[in-house]
């Protein structure tokens, strides 16, 4: 990590010893304001390739912020967004995708009146090679065969745990390098919480690179290598999964009530 | 299948018994008939007083005995009568036969209804408030007395009134296969009616004018005879039609229970031979018929063209890209008065006089900027605000063109006249008093814009309009661009709105201002909304009945009776759309596609079930469950 992470009352974190070459996404001290609103304040973070991180923060701590400005929907004021090396802190969001960063909205967001092809037919909107195209969508289908069977049926009608995976589906069509998942446990039931942490376990470890943004801190760090804790937007805990599990502080930071 | 059928085989032979009771016919809900009823009251009264019974009387339907005048007072109480007896069959609970009860409701209703009516008789008799009521007139007391006594015609009405509510209760206790018929036949007669003019129009074409003289009254609507024939023949066809499709879906069912796998496999079929033959036909159709068809139907059917092209445009725009734009005329008076200028030499200031073919597409290159124009500061907002904004854009153009500042090129309110007809090639001219080239003209230009419509719709950009009309940030975040998406869809509906702007001018050879009033933009939004948003078929058939029936906010339908109440009915029957049934008069065609064949085949054979219920008197068990939209 860059030397100058604010205000963690952490030691930097040791990270895997595996060689790196260079992080798949990366963060470099951005700022975010709405407006005159300050959201995001001096943000580091580096996703590397084959990982599954996790940013965890309560309401109003700009995980979301953070996703929106990784995607370009959001301009950093200062800062850089780097994807595979490249600065890409003024693209548009299409170049993002382009480049390999898709992000499983909160809440699924599915087209809701399209069908479930459609769906998944333009999460690969971007893409031009057809015959790849065709290929990972029957992936897709070994990996959720639900979704298969539902292939022609409007998507609004599916049940929450397959409106999921047709989240996840359009998602992995854009053939992305990073994922980025946004509230992956937001209006699920509980079972299907654990059913979706379950397939976002799935996923990584056919070796995609997982970033996602949880409330849900202990689901979240059960099955993250490392994880972020963000207040007020900016990062204060930085380390591996196992040590922010224990971390005395993460309960308080992360409900907000731990002042600075 | 017999995943399939089994759950069937049990609803229908075995739960059913159980579950089917029949109320006594005094267990009513007194307060919503009550309700129901009062509503009905002020509809009624609404009507009579909206001055449709006086204005229609004069149409008639079925020669002697029914006026248009009259239907219009008729139909509520039948509509409602059926309403009150509607129960949704809820799966698990308590489904009750209909009967007696539901008469009875119908029948109180309507005479609850109707006493608006008899108090409106005895109120022309003793007061007088012509005065804001416009048709609190002596003639609306003659029509409401059947030119008899007060007494008589406040009675009357009561008795109507409980006729025709019961009648509407009544079509709960026919069952199903006979409620569908009888709607059938009242379908088919007062189409046939209403399509007088057209079939006289046929008739004569094709020399066989003594079958429209023995339908026809001469312009009095059907002969007595003549609608038993109809209503007689109706009922033949929906026998044999339901007959034909109870066998074919069993057929279906049993091969599927033979071979469960294949039934997947069948589906899709979207080019099958017999899809294309009926396209087949319905093309040569649309090119022969119109040499058989007279002047008045040409003219009629080249409105209803000039209304398809601008629906399809706006059906590009609202219904594929859900950008709501209540200014679309915009882009017709671009299309109209770009021509205008262009090919008339009565064009004040520029005037080049150029051919239709040239100036058209100097049209649609301008109608593509205005739509750049227009849609470049407005695709930045959503919803509400969006339609407000675009609703003054089209009201801009209108006040630019009536303008005094630009006067010197349109003419202001004299608007443009001499404008040439349309020159095909030096091969034949195209002029407005030739209501046949005319439709031509614009039958060509109807198949270009369904043509590129239905292309748009299974393409890249038609998916990314959809995506943007689902969900606009979810469509930025899978990487479309949703700016020049957006603006693509204005500009490709402002250049099809152009072309029959184009021909517009051609057909009426001057144009105004006054003809690209708001209503115009309001008229096609109905039309998109009544056939169905984001579905070509259901446009067309929009413009078809609402343009060929009520008629355009300038050009008038086949009832031209309505005109003065046009207005009234496209708002009402806006307003009914968006109540009830917002998929459109046609459900989208990817409904149908989005279901497996298995589940069509299961509806069907469902129906067929119900059918075969009914016969075995269990009327109104699957209520609820028949074809629904």
């Not at chain 2, 882009?331 to 073919?357: C, N, Q």
Request: contains cysteine.
């Amino acid at each position: 990590m860059s030397p100058d992470v604010p205000a963690t009352n952490t030691p930097a974190s040791d990270q895997p010893a595996s060689p790196r070459a260079e992080p798949v996404l990366e963060l470099r001290g951005v700022n975010t304001h709405y407006g005159a609103v300050h959201i995001l304040k001096d943000v580091d973070l580096a996703i590397y390739s084959g990982e599954l991180v996790c940013l965890l923060g309560g309401n109003a701590s700009g995980k979301s912020t953070t996703l929106r400005t990784i995607l370009g929907l959001v301009t950093p004021t200062t800062g850089d967004v780097v994807l595979e090396g490249q600065v890409v802190t003024h693209q548009p969001t299409r170049e993002r995708v382009a480049l390999g960063v898709t992000m499983v909205p909160e809440n699924r967001r599915l087209f809701k009146r399209l069908t479930v092809r459609e769906n998944l037919d333009l999460g690969a909107y971007l893409r031009t090679d057809s015959d790849q195209i065709a290929a990972d969508m029957e992936q897709i289908f070994e990996l959720f065969p639900r979704v298969k069977e539902r292939i022609n049926q409007k998507s609004g009608t599916l049940s929450g745990g397959e409106q999921q995976m047709v989240a996840i589906g359009r998602a992995l069509m854009a053939n992305p390098r990073v994922l980025l998942m946004d509230e992956p446990s937001m209006g699920l039931a509980p079972a299907l919480v654990q059913q979706n942490f379950e397939l976002i376990q799935q996923i990584h470890e056919a070796g995609l690179t997982v970033f996602m943004v949880e409330q849900n801190a202990n689901m979240a760090l059960s099955i993250a290598d490392r994880g972020w804790v963000l207040q007020t937007g900016r990062v204060v805990l930085d380390d591996t999964a196992e040590n922010l599990l224990a971390h005395p502080d993460l309960q308080a930071s992360y409900l907000g009530t731990a002042e600075q | 299948m017999t995943a399939v059928a089994d759950p069937m085989a049990a609803s229908t032979g075995d739960t059913v018994p159980e579950t089917v009771r029949r109320r006594r016919v005094l267990d009513q809900n007194w307060r919503e008939l009550l309700k129901v009823g009062a509503i009905l009251m002020v509809g009624q009264v609404f009507i009579a007083l909206s001055g449709m019974p006086v204005s229609f009387d004069r149409r008639l339907i079925i020669d002697p005995i029914l006026s248009l005048g009259y239907l219009s007072l008729l139909w509520l109480p039948l509509v409602v009568g059926y309403a009150v007896g509607r129960e949704q069959a809820l799966e698990g609970m308590m489904a009750y036969t209909k009967g007696g009860r539901e008469v009875l409701a119908g029948a109180i209703t309507g005479v609850l209804g109707n006493l608006g009516l008899t108090l409106l008789v005895v109120g022309i008799t003793h007061f007088d408030i012509r005065d804001p009521l416009v048709n609190w007139s002596p003639q609306l007391l003659e029509l409401l007395e059947f030119e008899q006594s007060v007494w008589f015609g406040a009675l009357i009405w009561l008795g109507i009134g409980a006729a025709t509510g019961a009648a509407g209760g009544g079509l709960h206790w026919v069952g199903a296969r006979n409620r569908r018929t009888v709607i059938t036949v009242i379908a088919a007669v007062s189409s046939a009616a209403v399509l007088e003019s057209v079939i006289t129009d046929l008739a004569q074409g094709f020399h066989i004018e003594a079958v429209a003289n023995w339908l026809y009254a001469p312009k009095r609507g059907l002969t007595s005879p003549a609608a038993a024939v109809v209503a007689g023949a109706t009922i033949l066809a929906v026998n044999a039609i339901s007959a034909l499709r109870a066998r074919a879906a069993h057929r279906l069912v049993s091969a599927a229970e033979a071979s469960p796998t294949e039934s997947g496999s069948t589906r899709g079929g979207r080019l099958s031979p017999r899809r294309l033959a009926g396209f087949a036909l319905t093309v040569a159709a649309v090119i022969v018929l119109p040499l058989f068809l007279g002047r008045l139907t040409n003219e009629l059917l080249a409105n209803v063209g000039l209304f398809i092209l601008l629906a399809l445009g706006l059906n590009i725009i609202v219904g594929l890209a859900g950008i709501l734009d209540l200014g679309y005329v915009a882009f017709f008076a671009v299309g109209g008065y770009s021509v205008a200028v262009l090919t008339s030499p009565g064009s004040p200031r520029f005037s080049p006089e150029m051919p239709w073919i040239g100036a058209l597409f100097i049209a649609m290159l301008l109608a593509g900027l205005v739509g750049l124009f227009i849609g470049a500061p407005v695709i930045r907002m959503r919803g509400d605000y969006l339609a407000v904004v675009t609703l003054g854009f089209g009201e801009i153009i209108r006040i630019l063109l009536l303008s005094d500042w630009l006067s010197g090129t349109f003419n202001g309110a004299q608007g443009i006249i001499n404008i040439p007809g349309v020159e095909i090639f030096g091969l034949t001219t195209v002029r407005g008093f030739e209501p046949r080239s005319v439709l031509y003209l614009v039958l060509f230009f109807c198949a270009i814009a369904i043509y590129v419509s239905w292309r748009l719709e299974n393409s890249r950009i038609g998916r990314a309009w959809m995506a943007i009309r689902e969900d606009e940030s979810v469509a930025e975040a899978m990487g479309v661009d949703t700016v020049s998406a957006k603006l693509m869809a204005f500009v490709t509906g402002a250049v099809l709105g152009s072309f029959s702007g184009a021909i517009l001018s051609a057909k009426v050879g001057s144009i105004f201002p006054h003809s690209f009033a708001i209503i115009v933009s309001i008229v096609i939004l109905v039309v998109v909304i009544f056939g169905g948003m984001g579905n070509i078929a259901g446009v067309i058939a929009g413009a078809a009945v609402l343009i060929g029936v009520l008629g355009g906010p300038n050009q008038p339908g086949l009832l031209q009776e309505f005109a003065e109440f046009k207005i009234l009915i496209y708002g009402a029957l806006l307003v009914w759309m968006m109540l009830q049934r917002s998929e459109g008069l046609i459900p989208s065609v990817r409904r149908a596609r989005e279901l497996h064949t298995d589940e069509l085949n299961q509806d069907a054979w469902l129906r067929a079930q119900a059918d075969e219920a009914d016969d075995a008197s269990n009327p109104g068990v699957l209520d609820g469950q028949g074809p629904r939209p």
